[in-house]
Structures are given as structure tokens and as C-alpha cells.
């Protein structure tokens, strides 16, 4: 029989054949620090009430803007 040992990535769930790898993958991942705006629409235009983008400044400091 044989152990196998495997390590995962938290944020995103990637299993990987050794803890380096794992740590590098958890590590590349950014986070969002704040929420800075959001894009709506009127009820009359789009009656769901969420917004169509939002802009968020992310844990390196870039600002992103992410749209439905």
C-alpha cells in the first residue's frame, strides 16, 4: 500500500502533488479590500436591482471593475 500526500489551495480548491505549489497558488490569489462603486440601472430598465458593475480596489491596489 501506498500514502498519498496532497496539498489544496484554500481559496480556490486546487489540489496540487506538493506543498509548494499549493502555497504559490494561495498566495497569486487577490482579494477584494473595498468596494468603491456600483453601476445601476432604473427599476424601469432593470427591475432585478442589482447592479450592472461594480469597481472594487483589490488587496495589491489595482482597481478592477467587474460587470454582469
Not at 37 to 43: D, I
Amino acid at each position: 500500500m501506498k500514502k498519498l500526500t496532497q496539498f489544496q489551495c484554500e481559496i480556490c480548491h486546487t489540489i496540487y502533488n506538493n506543498e509548494k505549489d499549493a502555497k504559490l497558488c494561495e498566495e497569486n490569489h487577490k482579494s477584494i479590500v473595498a468596494v468603491v462603486r456600483t453601476k445601476n440601472q432604473p427599476r424601469t430598465i432593470d427591475a432585478s436591482g442589482y447592479p450592472q458593475s461594480i469597481e472594487v480596489q483589490m488587496s495589491d491596489g489595482k482597481f478592477v471593475v467587474y460587470h454582469r
